[in-house]
């Protein structure tokens, strides 16, 4: 695995390349560390998988102000530019999700093929501040915080992911990345994507419904939904194997088989 540091806008960008084979570009989650990616990557050891801390994130410097999507999306191509990448296949899960639709529909031609997992086309907050604010002083606090609902299931996730190193455990981070999508929305963009598309969602996925790929799926016009059996928003880490194999499958199909636009439950 290749660690390198690059200049972008003036900001060092922390970026990862690992494997032999077809270029695989993962986005992250809200604060996901590149970490965040090692059992998706030891299953894809087939593929040239580049993955980041964006910026603000990890070893990634933090840029001076916040940052919109479509500037993140910037940075994503003068990132491959730099590393001499002209076409790429995308992976996005959850606010990488949305950031990879950013990406594709600015740079359409950096796109080969698009695979969302576990996210929307907003404009709804995959995760709200409060939510954030609640998790950071319930981790300060000796006392246990009792709520119910969405809200415990936004903490008990990003409990997952920083105990496990896979998440920033810096609050600001959060901030940032939340702010680059207030207002945010692809749903009256999804038509202009044209690569074919894989929409990765798990039926129990408590942040981002199931509901949400339906309306992707509807809106882009050459993609297929593959819902996950019992698995919620961060399948990509628990079920790392089974992810990679229905990736695998989707990224060696020849262009002219078609597949159901809603897979059988898996």
Known sequence: MTKQKLSIYNSQLNVSIRGQGSPLLLLNGMGGLIRAFEPLRNELTDYTTITLDVPGVGKSQTPRWPMRL?????TIAQMLKQLGFDQ????GVSWGGALAQEFALRYPSMVRRLILAATSAGPAMLVKPADILDFFSMAKSAKPHKQKGRRNSTKALMHFGVANG???VNPQTYYRQFTALVGWTSLLRLFRLRQRTLILAGDRDPLVRLYNGHILRHGIRRAELHVLRGEGHFFVLTSAKQTAEVIREFLERPHDDKKPAIANLT
Request: hydrophobic share 50%.
């Open 166 to 168: 896979m998440l920033s």
């Open 70 to 74: 479509p500037r993140y999306a910037d």
């Open 88 to 91: 790429v296949d995308v992976f």
